[in-house]
Nanobody
Framework: QVQLVESGGGLVQAGGSLRLSCAAS????????MGWFRQAPGKDREFVVA????????YYADSVKGRFTISRDDAKNTVYLQMNSLQPEDTAVYYC???????????????WGLGTQVTVPS
């Protein structure tokens, strides 16, 4: 199994940046695709970005393309989400997740962290 713990969230002004980290543990971490999702109050959890276990393939939601970047360091068992040009609509709890194959579908992710809050005041 895989255990995931997010960190790096906080409050940042519009136009600012944050870097989220997802620390993973488990015997098969480098076999999983990884993704970031976010959920605002009263809304469904939505796809943000995903990366394959070999880092060859990445997928970005249109709303974050050009602003967010996903990367992974398998030697450190860590996945990162660099978020630039943050806007109020980015405010949400951000979740790290692991899937057997790279996908944008939330229900196909098997393991989830507990999330980290990102707040961008309007």
């Amino acid at each position: 199994q895989v255990q995931l713990v997010e960190s790096g969230g906080g409050l940042v002004q519009a136009g600012g940046s944050l870097r989220l980290s997802c620390a993973a543990s488990g015997r098969t971490f480098n076999s999983y695709a990884m993704g970031w999702f976010r959920q605002a109050p009263g809304k469904d959890r939505e796809f943000v970005v995903a990366i394959s276990w070999g880092s060859a393939d990445t997928y970005y939601a249109d709303s974050v393309k050009g602003r967010f970047t996903i990367s992974r360091d398998d030697a450190k068992n860590t996945v990162y989400l660099q978020m630039n040009s943050l806007q109020p609509e980015d405010t949400a709890v951000y979740y790290c997740a692991a899937a057997l194959r790279v996908t944008t579908v939330v229900t196909e992710y098997r393991y989830w962290g507990l999330g980290t809050q990102v707040t961008v005041p309007s």
